[in-house]
């Protein structure tokens, strides 16, 4: 993945870009020192997103994928003060790290955390009747399942809202997916799904890992 892969081009657009609030500098500094903190979502992407949900003055966000919540903690920072970040993980080791940091920023009442696969509590929500109540969502769990993530979000986000997609470029691998690698296959098959769907207005952004952002019309 994207996290470590560091340029000059990428260091000069954080020095003079970053925002990052001291709480989430703290977090991604200790998701550091997790062995998988390759998975850690991009800085600059996350402030971008943040971005966004003041934009829109979201109040309801889901991240599909929480790891230890850098993006999570991001979110329900932007969110408006009655605001609610529902977070889809599996693993309890890492949502563990995230929560000290949660309390520290004072936000951890607006973080729903759901131990469970994504899949399920995205179902769970449409089932408590929350269809089309959602502004913000964040695609960055199991690659394989992208597509399902993707029509379940659209099931739950209202219109004018935002689905952002992250890893849609996978390091190069969508370009000629190999036969035996179902994540850029699957990828592959979402980004030219997307480009045809007349639901949402586009954009495919380079940042990272590849930000698709999706604008449900
Ligand atoms: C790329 S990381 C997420 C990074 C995170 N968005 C951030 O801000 O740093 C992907 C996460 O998805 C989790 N995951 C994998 N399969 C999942 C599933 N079926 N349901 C929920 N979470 C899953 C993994 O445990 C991992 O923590």
Not at 19 to 24: D, F, G, H
Not at 130 to 135: H, I, S
Not at 177 to 188: K, M, N, Y
Not at 202 to 208: A, E
Request: aromatic share 8%; glycine share 6%.
């Amino acid at each position: 993945k994207y996290y470590g892969s560091d340029t000059p081009i990428r260091q000069y657009v954080r020095n003079n870009s970053m925002r990052e609030p001291p709480v989430l500098e703290k977090l991604r500094l200790k998701t550091l020192e997790d062995p998988s903190y390759i998975m850690l979502a991009t800085d600059e992407q996350t402030q971008l997103m943040a971005n966004l949900i003041k934009l829109i003055k979201a109040k309801k966000a889901i991240e599909i994928g929480m790891y230890t919540g850098y993006n999570a903690l991001s979110m329900a920072l932007a969110l408006s003060e009655d605001g609610r970040v529902v977070a889809c993980e599996i693993n309890e080791n890492y949502t563990n790290i995230g929560k000290p940091f949660f309390e520290e920023a004072g936000v951890d009442q607006k973080i729903d955390i759901r131990l469970q696969p994504a899949l399920k509590t995205l179902d769970d929500l449409l089932a408590a009747g929350e269809a089309e109540t959602y502004d913000f969502v964040f695609i960055d769990a199991d690659k394989k399942n992208y597509v399902n993530y993707y029509e379940k979000s659209m099931q739950l986000v209202r219109k004018g809202g935002i689905i952002a997609v992250d890893n849609v470029l996978w390091g190069g691998r969508v370009i000629a997916p190999a036969e035996d690698d179902l994540s850029s296959q699957t990828i592959d098959r979402l980004n030219k799904k997307l480009h045809k769907d007349n639901r949402i207005d586009l954009s495919m952004l380079t940042v990272g890992d590849g930000l698709t952002l999706a604008f449900k019309r």
